[in-house]
């Protein structure tokens, strides 16, 4: 925090953003399964998804003109699966955070998690500046969000949002058996 504080490249100040938020994630999963009250290796994907979001909220807090919003229907997941949700969850919110709205824009980022079908669907969206579909492809961002998926047995879409801005939405298996193992 204190390096990042006094660093004057942005892109390194953007690497180190990531980097903790990252681990503040991790960190997050921790105190969910082993200092709070939970269910075995389960864990209370709206409970994690809205600290994930305070914790990004409070990371970003120069950034006052952009609400952060997160709804997530109550399900359990495996902490096996937690993990890289988590991570998708950051990497995704973390690139809104910093692409989507330029020059101190204000703009709404909402983080939604729901199950249909017997998956997990989870959506970020934000009413931004967009993207650039070619340029997104091969992005670090992408592959690691498509990484994420993977260990969740599951797909990364990201398109145009309706009205502006982007839509990222991860379709994912419930059970750990089903997902892909790194």
Do not use: W
Not at 58 to 66: G, K, T, Y
Not at 139 to 161: E, T, Y
């Amino acid at each position: 925090t204190l390096h990042a504080g006094q660093m004057t490249d942005k892109a390194a100040k953007e690497v180190l953003t990531q980097a903790r938020a990252r681990i503040g994630a991790l960190a997050q999963l921790h105190r969910l399964l082993y200092e709070e009250e939970h269910d075995g290796d389960f864990v209370n994907v709206p409970k994690l998804l809205a600290d994930l979001c305070a914790n990004l909220r409070s990371l970003h807090r120069h950034q006052v003109a952009i609400d952060l919003q997160c709804a997530a229907t109550p399900q359990r997941l495996p902490a096996s699966l937690a993990v890289p949700l988590s991570l998708f969850a950051v990497e995704v919110i973390t690139n809104c955070f910093h692409h989507a709205f330029p020059n101190g824009r204000s703009g709404t980022i909402k983080v939604n998690s729901t199950i249909q079908d017997a998956r997990g669907l989870l959506t970020i969206r934000d009413d931004g500046t967009g993207f650039d579909s070619l340029a997104v492809g091969g992005s670090m961002g992408q592959q690691l969000m498509n990484a994420f998926a993977a260990q969740l047995g599951g797909s990364c879409h990201i398109s145009p949002a309706d009205g502006g801005g982007a839509l990222v939405t991860l379709d994912y298996r419930l059970s750990s058996e089903s997902a892909d193992k790194p």
